[in-house]
């Protein structure tokens, strides 16, 4: 907010140094109006007198008309000297004007009015100002005592009003930053009570199996090991992943990257999966389109992808990745022919540890929360929807600027 000087405080200002300017300059103006007079009128009365000596009388008969002094008899004689004619006969600059008594009485009258509008502006100034801050300070002390949250002050523009506006701005920030603390305890907590919950699945299966193996010493649960102990790392990896994304410690190194090459690469290393799966990952060649993005995390997003919708169809469909280019945005399009998002999963499909209706035992519900975070680490968005002729489909655009 722009500071605007109100129209009073404008006035209570300007008018008391007007005044003062106004006296100050009254006064000089007339002494020297005054003395300028003075020397035209007397170098006139002594060349005159100097012509015609016999004038002098009736020239001291007429300046005496206003009777400024009394008569001074011996005023003709001393205007010869060294004293000018009128000085001779009792006249100074003060004389022809409204008097040098007057003058003063007025530049003192203009003083002291211009000192008591100072004062009552000041008075004026002083008492506003104590009654903002006082405002103010109420205000922070109920922010402090967590109080004033919705209290709003006299939005009114004065000399306050930026202050005002910063120390608002500084209130909500502080608010935000708080309800983000809360936010994110609140998460820890959740997301530790997911954590364990996930680690005690596997952990519990490698248990039954040792317990087994003992009893039987026949028993083969080396399979059954190796599944628990795989998923436990791809837990911990993941678990790892998240947390440097929460901390900002995760480097990301931006390139060009061509988006055909990264689909192809996401997809050789699903390969496996496809095949024990049975569902295909067909990638489209759109022709050259590249992103500004890293590639390798680019490509654990894409995966993360990739493999949500191989798990969601059924065996002997195909996953579907396409990509455009517009002036705006690169968008690319993961699709399967499965059956789709359930409708109540949608809103939180990207939440952590969330796990939908049709999802199955073996997810955690932790990579389209990672891939999420990765595509919008690096200018791009992500959102699911299904398809019109059936399907779940799941739609990148990476931003040009």
Same mark, same amino acid.
């Given at each position: ?8 405080s404008v006035?209570? /200002? ?8 106004a ?8 002494r ?5 007079c003075f ?9 005159l ?25 011996? $005023? ?6 060294n ?9 100074g600059?003060?004389d ?18 211009g000192?008591?509008l ?7 100034w002083h ?21 004033g949250r919705?209290l709003?002050?006299?939005?009114r523009?004065?000399?306050f009003?930026r202050?005002?506006?910063?120390i608002y701005?500084t ?8 309800d ?21 699945t596997p952990?519990?299966?490698v ?15 080396g399979g059954?090991i190796?599944?628990q102990?795989?998923r ?7 678990l790892l992943?998240l ?19 990264i ?24 022709g050259?389109t590249e992103?500004?993005?890293?590639p390798?995390?680019?490509?654990? $997003? ?29 968008q *690319?399009?993961? /699709? ?6 359930a ?8 939440e ?8 199955k035992?073996?997810g ?9 975070a990765? *595509? ?9 929807f ?16």
């Amino acid at each position: 907010m722009k500071q605007k000087p109100a129209v009073k405080s404008v006035i209570l /200002s300007v008018l008391p140094v007007s005044l003062f300017v106004a006296a100050t300059t009254m006064f000089v103006m007339h002494r020297y109006y005054s003395r300028v007079c003075f020397q035209i009128l007397e170098a006139f009365c002594e060349r005159l007198v100097r012509k015609h000596p016999d004038t002098g009388q009736t020239i001291l008969e007429l300046l005496k008309a206003k009777e400024f002094y009394p008569p001074d008899t011996a $005023a003709g004689r001393r205007w010869q000297g060294n004293e000018t004619i009128l000085e001779a006969y009792g006249y100074g600059p003060g004389d022809l004007g409204m008097g040098e008594r007057t003058i003063v009485w007025i530049a003192v009258a203009g003083f002291l009015a211009g000192g008591i509008l100072l004062l009552f502006f000041f008075r004026y100034w002083h008492k506003r100002w104590s009654g903002r801050i006082v405002a103010l300070t109420e205000y922070l002390e109920k922010i402090n005592t967590g109080g004033g949250r919705g209290l709003i002050l006299d939005n009114r523009e004065d000399e306050f009003s930026r202050l005002q506006d910063e120390i608002y701005k500084t209130v909500t920030t502080l608010y935000q930053t708080r309800d983000a603390a809360l936010t994110a305890r609140n998460n820890f907590a959740e997301n530790l009570a997911n954590i364990a919950h996930q680690l005690k699945t596997p952990v519990t299966s490698v248990y039954l199996n040792v317990q087994l193996a003992k009893e039987h010493p026949g028993f083969l649960c080396g399979g059954a090991i190796e599944k628990q102990i795989n998923r436990l790392v791809y837990l911990e990896e993941a678990l790892l992943l998240l947390s440097r994304i929460d901390a900002g410690t995760l480097v990301t190194d931006p390139k060009p990257a061509d988006v055909f090459t990264i689909l192809s690469l996401a997809a050789d290393n699903l390969y496996e999966l496809s095949m024990e799966q049975g569902v295909c990952i067909d990638v489209a060649e759109m022709g050259g389109t590249e992103i500004q993005a890293d590639p390798d995390w680019t490509m654990e $997003a894409v995966m993360n992808l990739m493999k949500n919708c191989m798990e969601a169809a059924q065996p002997g469909t195909t996953v579907h990745c396409s990509y455009e280019k517009n002036p705006l945005y690169v968008q *690319i399009r993961i /699709s399967d022919e499965g059956e789709g998002f359930a409708k109540e999963d949608l809103p939180r499909l990207f939440e952590r540890f969330y796990r939908g209706r049709k999802a199955k035992d073996s997810g955690i519900g932790i990579g389209l929360s990672i891939s999420k975070a990765l *595509i919008e680490m690096q200018n791009g968005t992500i959102r699911a929807f299904n398809l019109p002729e059936g399907g779940a489909c799941f739609e990148i655009r990476f931003y040009s600027h």
